[in-house]
């Protein structure tokens, strides 16, 4: 009916598939070629972290991945749509429904309750107020927030504030979670703690995360890692073993 | 989703309150400017339409002097005598009735009381000419006026300074220094077109007043009444030849006396106050434009100020025109909102004002309504940039904003 639909989609075709993908940012001499040809295909209920130096372009490909960037050129599939031929208004429609996002610094609205924080993504999905009440409070609960629902930002620690994050980005049952450095502004024990939340909606619910660490501890959780070198892949495989397991 | 965007609009105003106010400010103060302006435009013009009729049609007041207004009245100029009200009377034709006029300030005393007032000395034909009612009592008959007897009607305020609660007829006041019987009682009129106070008057009898309050035979205004059916100007022509006749001026001379048309008069006064009424209501117009633009400053602001938020509405999935809808509903509300306080405002002070200058209060829902509808209008003109500049915002962008 419409670019965004996923009709007629092939049964093999993996969630989402890449194939000659480029970023280049700029014009001219001050063109800047971010992504230089990236080949990839993740599967739905895949964990994959997204590994490399910086300025390889791991931020450029999640914004791709996640729709709110199109390729210089390129094919990107996302349930078999050509995301790069969509307008500006389907891709923010195929946000809506199938994307959820973790930022590194958390971006949640200030002098706002946590539950209305929560609540943001179902207002643009036009949900009774009652619906979103409860929604709000089932996803709160689930990233260990009962009774948190109206503290504001300022009032949550920043692991309890990336929790709240996590609860907005999963309140919709999207398809894909999206998550940027989740754990760059965290101390090591408020990281683990994301980590074993995102393990779990992975495990549980079956959700895609595609994740960007710099940290190896973290990547340990992924069950795939990419790794990013001046714009293409240059490792592709499963997780080196934590550091912690060496030590006992 | 236009309940949610109106409903996120009364949030975001929530969330500021103190600012949402201070960018409604300008808003509430131009629309109870004009709304308060146009009403008491509107009641003054009704006051002098009022005067019109209180005064008595097809009226014609003749004084002494070139010209009417401030220090008029003629320094100088002879005044006019008995002898010329009657003249008019019965040589111009169209004239129904000629009062002879004197007003002095006297100060009346009756027991405790004393109170200052107009002492206005006329024929029994002042009270139809000017549209005077009598409320009780009677007026002066012929003899009385021919013998220049001690007999008053007076006005409500007077009798409400003077006798409060009791009965005055058949009472006696003193006038200056003489004592008059009160045998009439006139009907409230209540204020005149400046403000001033018609009730506050003690009428006597021509000769009453020449002999014991001013001391001379002169007369100072004639008041002329003309049949319905004559043209006032060719009424006042004649008055003007014969009285140019009677007082011996030669062709060179300019008329040393004046020939008014009440009505015409009133006509330049509420003339004048409908131009000053637009001329206010267009100054305060221009404030509520002002206004506006204090509210596209403000949402100007308040996007830059929220980038981020934007950033990341966009990134859940917010569409163009929902952002774009979310801002331009929450300019409309505020604008609206700044309209509605500006209503109530000016409601109550032009109530009030009104009273304070003596003016009828006429709520003016045109106006209102109006005006009300000229602040969401600006809403939605002044806030439309702002919201377009926040729609059209690259999400990724916008969440690196610092
Ligand atoms: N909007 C932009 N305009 C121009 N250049 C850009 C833009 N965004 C990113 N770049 C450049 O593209 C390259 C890749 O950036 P990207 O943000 O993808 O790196 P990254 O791998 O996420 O790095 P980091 O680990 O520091 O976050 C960088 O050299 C960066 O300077
Ligand atoms: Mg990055």
Redesign the interface.
């Known amino acids: 009916m419409n670019a965004v639909s996923v009709n007629g989609q092939n049964a093999a075709a993996p969630l989402i598939r890449m194939r000659g993908v480029t970023k280049i940012y700029g014009q001219g001499i001050a063109a800047f070629q971010a992504l230089r040809g990236v080949d990839v295909d993740i599967e739905a209920g895949s964990f994959v972290a997204i590994m490399g130096p910086s300025g390889s372009g791991k931020s450029t490909m999640m914004?791709i991945l996640?729709c709110?960037?199109t390729p210089t050129s390129g094919d990107y599939l996302f349930l078999g749509t050509h995301v790069e031929r969509l307008t500006?208004?389907q891709r923010?429609?195929?946000?809506?429904?199938y994307?959820g996002?973790v930022?590194q610094g958390f971006?949640l609205?200030a002098?706002?309750s946590a539950q209305?924080n929560v609540e943001?993504?179902l207002?643009?999905?036009?949900e009774g107020t009652a619906a979103r009440r409860a929604a709000a409070r089932e996803a709160l609960a689930s990233v260990g927030l009962a009774g948190w629902e109206h503290h504001s930002p300022a009032e949550l620690s920043g692991g309890q504030q990336q929790r709240v994050a996590i609860a907005?980005a999963i309140v919709t049952h999207p398809r894909v979670l999206l998550a940027d450095e989740p754990t760059g502004n965290l101390d090591t024990r408020r990281s683990y703690e994301i980590m074993e939340l995102m393990r779990a909606l992975n495990a549980e619910r079956g959700i895609t995360v595609l994740m960007v660490t710099h940290e190896q501890d973290m990547a340990a959780y992924a069950g795939r890692v990419v790794h990013f070198l001046d714009g293409r892949i240059d490792g592709d495989g499963a997780p080196q073993p934590p550091a912690r397991a060496e030590t006992v | 989703?236009w309940w949610?965007a109106l409903?996120?609009a009364l949030?975001e105003i929530r969330?500021n309150l103190l600012r949402s106010f201070l960018t409604i400010l300008g808003i509430v103060i131009g629309v109870s400017a004009v709304i308060t302006m146009v009403t008491l435009g509107r009641g003054a013009t009704q006051a002098v339409t009022d005067q019109i009729s209180s005064l008595g049609s097809n009226l014609l007041m003749v004084r002494p002097g070139q010209r009417l207004g401030p220090g008029g009245g003629g320094f100088g100029a002879p005044q006019f005598k008995v002898a010329d009200a009657e003249a008019i009377a019965s040589q111009i034709g169209g004239v129904r009735a000629v009062a002879p006029q004197v007003n002095s300030t006297v100060t009346v005393v009756y027991g405790a009381h004393n109170w200052s007032t107009s002492a206005t000395g006329s024929s029994a034909d002042y009270f139809t000419i000017s549209n005077w009612k009598i409320a009780s009592g009677r007026i002066f008959d012929a003899a009385e006026e021919r013998a220049g007897s001690a007999v008053c009607v007076i006005g409500a305020t007077v009798r409400r300074e003077l006798f409060g609660g009791t009965d005055p007829l058949g009472q006696g006041i003193r006038v200056k220094q003489f004592s008059c019987t009160v045998i009439g009682l006139l009907a409230a009129k209540g204020q005149g077109s400046m403000g001033n106070d018609q009730d506050d008057i003690v009428v006597l009898p021509l000769n009453t007043v020449q002999r014991r309050v001013t001391g001379n035979i002169n007369v100072r205004t004639l008041l002329v009444s003309m049949n319905d059916d004559v043209d006032s100007t060719q009424v006042q022509a004649a008055i003007t030849r014969l009285l140019r006749e009677r007082r011996k001026l030669s062709a060179a001379d300019d008329d040393n006396f004046n020939v008014l048309d009440t009505r015409q008069i009133a006509e330049t006064m509420s003339g004048t106050t409908r131009v000053m009424t637009t001329l206010l209501g267009a100054v305060a117009a221009v404030s509520l434009l002002v206004g506006g633009i204090g509210i596209m400053n403000i949402m100007l602001v308040s996007v830059t100020e929220r980038t981020?938020?934007i950033?990341?509405?966009?990134?859940?999935?917010?569409?163009?025109y929902?952002v774009l809808l979310q801002f331009l509903i929450e300019a409309v509300v505020l604008a609206s909102l700044g309209g509605l306080i500006g209503v109530v405002l000016a409601t109550a002070a032009s109530f009030v004002l009104a009273q304070v200058m003596g003016i009828p209060y006429l709520f003016q829902p045109g106006i209102t309504l109006l005006s009300f509808l000229f602040s969401a209008g600006i809403g939605v003109l002044f806030g439309y940039f702002p919201a377009r500049r926040a729609a059209r915002l690259d999400?990724?962008e916008a969440?690196r904003h610092e």
């Open positions: 914004n996640g709110m960037d500006r208004d923010a429609r195929l946000r809506r429904r994307f996002f930022f971006n609205l002098r706002t209305e943001l993504p207002l643009y999905r036009g907005r | 989703m949610n409903l996120l949030r969330r981020r938020e950033g990341l509405r966009l990134a859940i999935g917010a569409l163009e929902e999400p990724i969440l």
